[in-house]
């Protein structure tokens, strides 16, 4: 190597050390990634317990890697890097192998600690005096499990849903979703399936649809309402996996509804609690789809509380006790019952048998996807 050369690769190396440093400490931080649709990571100044336990530098790492100049940029030359390298995987996604899916990781967990979260839902049931039922939404590597790389470890192998049917109590009934999607060994494309969106982990409407009827049968309830074909409102939805991987060469989602031919659509009235006091809401968003996060177009998004009431409807009250798969499986429920409450523990700390007592609730729904159920940190609720 000659001596221009090491003096060349020096100044520029520190060019871009020094250069993206000071680009990080003159740039505003953003508090919120339209990108990503999550919150970013805040400097956060030191202390002496933070800097003894290592926790500053913990969290001075998250937040230069959130707030590192033009990082949606770096996030998708570094996706199409992996790829040229033959690479099948970028920031904890996986491409499918026909080339426009993404699939992001599953979170497996031990036995025990599934165990401890359908005992919460189990807890739950023996504390009520109305029907309880449990289900869970299969991961989309489950039901396109053909189209992912080979050995990818980091998967739904379906054992989350079996175990958890087994793991149910007397008090508890348990309805199994493990059919939506396409089965193992299926060659159809996703697109020709589209029970899930190609660049986001939620099911799409007509997953939601599927998803629907299978409850409304499990619950022992008839379907009463037909549905046309689904309507298409945009064609132009990048959900969170890929905005994480990055994945440029991947073709937008489109984003449609499904109408109930002579439904009671027209008596519906949706409620929503933001922040604990009552605002009139509605069971779509036409305005979201202007913005990144397309799927708040489905109640405008995540919430504590959403009563929805139609006083046509055949069926008593549902308090569904959920994450956000059921946002786009509210229209379908809102045709059923006269009120749906949709209830997130997450924003949300009422005690479950007061609020079913208060609200004269007829039966409870347990429903999250595979993936939340594993993660989520406030189940301990449903015990309470």
């Known amino acids: 190597m000659s001596k221009k050369y090491a003096v060349f690769i020096t100044v520029l190396f520190c060019l871009f050390i020094f250069g993206f440093g000071a680009a990080l400490l003159l740039s505003p931080s953003r508090d919120f990634s339209d990108q990503e649709n999550r919150f970013l990571a805040q400097f956060k100044a030191p202390t002496p317990s933070t800097i003894r336990s290592g926790e500053f530098m913990e969290d001075f790492e998250d937040y230069v890697t959130d707030q590192f100049p033009l990082r949606d940029q770096w996030i998708q030359t570094k996706a199409l890097c992996e790829r040229a390298l033959g690479k099948q995987e970028n920031n904890k996604v996986y491409f499918g192998t026909d080339g426009q899916t993404l699939f992001a ?3 497996q967990i031990s036995d025990g600690d599934l165990a401890q979260r359908v005992g919460y839902v189990n807890k739950l049931g023996a504390n009520l005096d109305v029907p309880v039922y449990f289900s869970l939404v299969p991961d989309k590597s489950w039901a396109w499990a053909m189209f992912l790389p080979d050995n990818a470890p980091n998967v739904d192998d379906g054992s989350t849903l079996r175990r958890a049917e087994e793991l149910c109590g007397d008090s508890v009934t348990f309805i199994n979703l493990s059919l939506l999607g396409i089965t193992c060994g299926n060659t159809q494309s996703p697109d020709e399936d589209s029970s899930f969106y190609r660049t986001d982990h939620h099911w799409t409407s007509f997953g939601a649809y599927r998803g629907y009827y299978m409850l409304m049968d499990g619950m022992g309830l008839p379907q009463s309402v037909v549905y046309t074909q689904p309507t298409q409102v945009s064609n132009n939805f990048y959900g969170t996996t890929w905005s994480a991987a990055g ?3 991947v073709k937008p989602d489109s984003i449609d509804t499904m109408i109930p031919e002579g439904g009671t659509g027209g008596n519906v009235a949706v409620t929503r609690y933001p922040e604990g006091s009552p605002i009139e809401g509605g069971l779509y968003y036409p305005e979201k789809l202007a913005a990144k996060d397309k ?8 919430q504590p509380l959403c009563v929805i009431q139609n006083p046509d409807a ?3 009250k549902l308090l569904v006790i959920r994450d956000s798969y059921a946002d786009s499986l509210a229209p379908f429920l809102a045709e059923e019952f006269r009120e749906v409450h ?5 924003y949300n700390n009422t005690p479950l048998k007061q609020y079913v007592t208060d609200n004269g609730i007829d039966q409870v729904l347990v ?3 595979a993936n939340n159920f594993n993660t989520d940190k406030n189940l301990f609720k449903l015990a309470l």
């Open 314 to 316: 055949v069926n008593g």
């Open 105 to 107: 990781h599953f979170t």
């Open 247 to 249: 994945a440029s060469w």
């Open 342 to 346: 949709l209830f997130d523990l997450r």
């Open 367 to 369: 429903l999250y996807s």
């Open 295 to 302: 799927y708040a177009y489905f109640l405008g998004g995540n």
